[in-house]
């Protein structure tokens, strides 16, 4: 029954139009709180951080999943000097439409010497669904970044595949205010051919995206491609353009892709920032 009717749908026939602001600041030697705001159907929450690490907020979208039409802003921000984590609380599902995308702003900006980190959870896209989601990254030369995006074909379980539908997935990363590096995905029409190709997907279910951001990224590709590790079911490549390390995931089992996909996230972070090689604990959820 819930194939033809989603949350979002079931709310007066109204649309959803959500923004979500979150900034962070550093205050003697710590991080806090600066600017919150949330509209539905986003909202904050503030999970206690493990001992050792980052400020942590996790976003949640209260509708339960989004329909052709619903629009989401996101804008995340670390001031100078600020260390954060941000996640959503689980994964979003983008059921299908009758014709309107969904469209999904998400604008990361960090500022001198902080850390910012978007950790995402997957985005499962059901048969005929409709996304547009743009993720922006604005830091300065001496900030750092670290960010990511998971996208399912289908509704695995289901024993559902997304076969035809929209999906636009966009990267654009922008460094002391200059474009240094964009990237798109396209997915539409015959979905279900481009997936199946063995020069396009090869029969992968999910896919996922980790972007880092930071004057030694190319001094970290060595320690990217040692933290994807290896596994057999999960196919990844990690590279340098322009400044900017680029971290790839693809594989048969969405299951098993983002179980490579954590372990990578939590190495790399302890890695790179010192921070502790764990996730949230809304993320193993």
């Given at each position: 029954?819930f194939?033809?009717?989603?949350?979002s749908?079931?709310?007066?026939?109204?649309?959803?139009?959500?923004?979500?602001?979150?900034?962070?600041a550093?205050?003697?030697?710590?991080?806090?709180?600066?600017?919150?705001?949330?509209?539905?159907p986003?909202?904050?929450?503030?999970?206690?951080?493990?001992?050792g690490?980052?400020?942590?907020?996790?976003?949640?979208?209260?509708?339960?999943?989004?329909?052709?039409?619903?629009?989401?802003?996101?804008?995340?921000?670390?001031?100078?000097r600020?260390?954060?984590?941000v996640?959503?609380?689980?994964?979003?599902?983008?059921?299908?439409?009758?014709?309107?995308?969904?469209?999904?702003?998400v604008?990361?900006?960090a500022?001198?010497?902080?850390?910012?980190?978007?950790?995402?959870?997957?985005?499962?896209?059901?048969?005929?669904?409709?996304?547009?989601?743009v993720?922006?990254i604005?830091?300065?030369?001496d900030a750092?970044?670290?960010?990511?995006?998971?996208l399912?074909?289908?509704?695995?379980?289901?024993?559902?595949?997304?076969?035809?539908?929209?999906?636009?997935?966009?990267?654009?990363?922008?460094?002391?205010?200059?474009?240094?590096?964009?990237?798109?995905?396209?997915?539409e029409?015959?979905i279900?051919a481009?997936i199946?190709?063995?020069?396009?997907?090869?029969?992968?279910?999910?896919?996922?995206?980790?972007?880092?951001?930071?004057?030694?990224?190319?001094v970290?590709l060595?320690?990217?491609?040692?933290a994807?590790?290896?596994?057999?079911?999960?196919?990844t490549?990690?590279?340098?353009?322009?400044?900017?390390?680029?971290?790839?995931?693809?594989?048969?089992?969405?299951?098993?892709l983002?179980?490579?996909?954590?372990?990578f996230?939590?190495?790399?972070?302890?890695?790179?920032?010192?921070?502790p090689?764990?996730?949230?604990?809304?993320?193993?959820?």
């Amino acid at each position: 029954m819930f194939d033809a009717t989603s949350p979002s749908e079931l709310r007066s026939g109204t649309l959803a139009d959500g923004r979500a602001e979150i900034a962070f600041a550093a205050d003697g030697g710590r991080t806090r709180l600066a600017h919150l705001y949330h509209h539905d159907p986003l909202r904050f929450l503030f999970p206690t951080s493990p001992a050792g690490d980052c400020i942590q907020a996790a976003l949640v979208t209260t509708s339960g999943g989004l329909v052709g039409g619903d629009r989401l802003s996101i804008n995340i921000k670390t001031l100078t000097r600020a260390t954060a984590m941000v996640s959503p609380q689980a994964a979003e599902k983008v059921y299908r439409s009758a014709g309107a995308d969904c469209e999904i702003d998400v604008t990361l900006t960090a500022e001198s010497a902080s850390w910012l980190e978007w950790l995402p959870q997957e985005t499962i896209l059901f048969d005929n669904a409709r996304l547009h989601r743009v993720t922006k990254i604005n830091a300065v030369h001496d900030a750092r970044v670290f960010a990511g995006e998971m996208l399912v074909f289908g509704r695995i379980g289901r024993g559902e595949r997304l076969s035809r539908g929209y999906v636009r997935d966009a990267w654009e990363v922008r460094l002391d205010g200059k474009l240094v590096w964009a990237d798109s995905l396209l997915l539409e029409d015959d979905i279900a051919a481009t997936i199946a190709h063995p020069a396009g997907f090869d029969g992968a279910t999910a896919t996922a995206t980790a972007v880092y951001v930071a004057a030694d990224a190319a001094v970290q590709l060595a320690a990217a491609r040692a933290a994807l590790g290896e596994d057999a079911e999960v196919r990844t490549a990690a590279t340098v353009v322009n400044g900017v390390l680029v971290a790839r995931f693809l594989g048969r089992d969405a299951k098993a892709l983002r179980a490579a996909f954590g372990r990578f996230w939590a190495t790399f972070r302890n890695n790179v920032a010192e921070l502790p090689a764990v996730l949230p604990r809304l993320w193993h959820v």
